[in-house]
Structure formats: C-alpha cells, structure tokens
C-alpha cells in the first residue's frame, strides 16, 4: 500500500490553504456586494464597474470584526492579492495600499485564472455539495483507532457513487480524480499516510466548504487546522442557544420544528445516525418540537393580490445570504405568501437586510408567494449554502 511521501503531504497542505483562501475570499465578495462596498464607481472621468475603495475595505473589516486594527486589515487583503483574488483595477499597484485606491475581486471582472488547480477545487467543491445534500449519503462520521471522524467515507464507496453518479466513466478514472482531490488537499486519509485507492481505507473530506471562515486565519497559514476543530455546518435558521437578549428571536425559538427550521441536516442525520447530536462542540441539536406556534409578527393578514396590486405600498428587496458556521439566521412562517417571522440579530441574515414581517416573493429564483412555509423551507433546505431570495417589504 502506497504511503505519502512528506513532499506530497507538503503539496497537499500547500494546496489545501490555497482552497481555504478562495473559500474566504468568494465569501467576502458576496459580504461586500451586499453591503454596497462593491458598485461602479468614476474617476477621472472614467467608470470602473464593481470595485471598492480600499480605505473603505478597511475601515469595513474593523467595523465587522474581521481585523482588529488597519495593519492587520492590510495584511488579509495582501493575501488575497498574493492568491489572485483580488487586484488594482489598473493593476498599477502589486501590492495592497490602504488609501482612497480602487481594487476589485478578479471573479467580478472575468480575470480570475482558472488553472488545473482551481478547476479540481471546483470540483471538489461540486461533489461535496452533492454529496451532502443527498438523503443516503456516503459520508458518515466513523470511529478509527478510537477517534471519530467527521466527514468520512471509505475508498471503495466512494468509487462506487462517482461511477453511478456518472462523476467518472470507470472505475480507473474514479481513482484518477480521488488521487487528485487528495493532492489538491481536499480529501485526506484519516491519519494522512496514504494516498487514495479502490479499498475499505478510511478517507474525510479535508475541507468543510460550508464552514464560514474567519479572514484572519488566512494569516495562521503554518497551522494545520484539524476537522475535529471545525464541526459540520447544517446551515439552521437560528442559534440553539442564542445570546441572551434577542427577544425577537428567542419569542419563536420554543416551536420551530425540525421540517420548518429550515436546517441543514448534519452529516450524522445523513447517514442515518439516530444521535443527532456532535461529538464536538458547540453542539448543534434540533429543537423540541412545538406544542403550539407563537403568535404572527404580522399586524394584520395580507393577501398576494394586495402585494402585487399596481400602486401597492411595497418594494422588493433582493438579499443575498452566506450562512455560517450555525445557519442563516432567520425563520419563515405563514403561506400564501409567507413572511418572516424571525431573524437572529447576529446572522448572517441580518448583516444582509433581512427584517421582520418581509414577505418571501422568491428562493433561488424560483417564484414562492404561492407556497406555505413548509415547501419554502424545503427549498431553502435543499438549495446551495448561498442563498438568494427576493422578498417585499413595507414602505414605511
């Protein structure tokens, strides 16, 4: 049996920060165009479509808490530079100068380089998408030599599902893009001394692409992170144990139920573990179920005709929303149409301009004022870890 060599591990750890980079670089791109920071801006008579201002950048990762002061600000952004995630809009700066200078992510203007390298992320990241959105899922948490393992599947078995998901022609070409994801740093051996192989070895994924990554690990690019430090990421509507304060959250926090939460099912459910509970914490555990539904948020019934009346007093709203490492931060109630009824103020939600009493007009483009919350929250369920919706609120 094939070992791995240290320069190989070495490529791969190498190889698996490069991922982390992208990972944290596409989320904070999505953070900015909601926040506005990103938009066409003119100087000197010219327009420079989708860019920032890097003063403001800063002055943005101070006030998020993404940098503790300016110089550590300037060092995440010199990062992403380094990784090709972002540049001068003339690229008459190799470097990232904290002043009133224009720079843009190279994904908003065509430029990012797709090499051999990212498009096997990519693809990583694809095929982890679909396997943990799956209802019988490979991936399992596992035990081996007395230390359990999130993420995990075994060689063979994975094989199988890439040949019968049409992934790969054959079981050769199977192998083939194993071996590469493992050198990519995307999937490891448990124990990371072998390589991959048609067999009942023990694999994890490596990277935990819903995990929402803190910039300032970028700057920790020596220390390996381990998968045990990180649990998986089911995407809930809401914290289980949120801060003590947020009334308008904690109001509906003792009946959602597991259908309506719009929860990402853990990794654990998905393999058909009957303890929904992790091993590691914090611990993410679905709520009771409800013995009664609190009372609406809505002031009054409103119908999808009075919404869509010419001259109604509402306005649509697009929202696009990155859930962390505990949800998305809100929770949808009624039908026809449905509203929100909740929203953590600490979300992720929240930070994209969700608000109480918004009506849901439609998930990942597909048109919902028609549908309860139920199939609403189904959609969102099954749907990407990026979510857009569009929704109409009042005019106050």
Known sequence: ?????????KKATEQHYRAEVMIAGEQLRLRLHDGKLIKDRRYHLRTYPNCFVAKELTDWLIDHKEAPDRETGIRLMQKLMDHYI???????????????????????????????????FMRGQSLYEK?????????????????????????????????????????????????????????????????????????????????????????????????????????????????????????????????????RSSITSLAGNSNPYFSTTPTLVFP?????????????????????????????????????AVGWGFVVRGGRPCHIQAVDPGGPAAAAGMKVCQFVFSVNGMYVLHLDYQTIS??????????VMEVMEAIE
């Open 1 to 9: 049996m094939e070992t791995l060599s240290n320069s190989l591990k």
């Open 86 to 120: 972002i540049h001068h809009v003339c690229d008459e700066h190799s470097d990232y100068k904290d002043a009133k200078l224009l720079y843009r992510f190279r994904k908003d203007d065509g430029t990012f380089p797709l090499s051999k390298d990212v498009k096997v």
């Open 131 to 263: 396997l943990v959105s799956m209802d019988e899922s490979i991936l399992k948490v596992r035990e081996e030599n007395s230390v359990k393992y999130q993420r995990t599947f075994l060689g063979c078995e994975m094989i199988d599902w890439l040949v019968q998901e049409g992934e790969a022609e054959n079981r050769k070409e199977a192998v083939e893009l194993g071996r590469a994801l493992l050198e990519h740093g995307i999937i490891q051996h448990v124990s990371n001394r072998h390589h991959f192989f048609d067999s009942d070895i023990l694999y994890q994924f490596w990277i935990n692409f819903r995990r929402r990554c803190r910039l300032t690990e970028l700057l920790n690019e020596n220390s390996s992170r381990t998968l045990s430090e990180s649990p998986d990421s089911p995407f809930c509507l809401r914290k289980l144990n949120p801060d003590p304060g947020n009334t308008s959250f904690l109001s509906v926090q003792k009946e959602i139920k597991i259908v309506s939460a719009v929860r």
């Open 288 to 324: 009771p179920v409800a013995e009664c539904n609190p009372k609406s948020v809505l002031k009054r019934p409103v119908t999808n005709e009075e919404l869509l009346s010419p001259g109604a007093p509402y306005i649509k709203k697009t929202l696009t929303i990155v859930g962390d």
């Open 378 to 387: 189904s959609l969102i369920m099954t749907g990407p870890r990026t979510l």
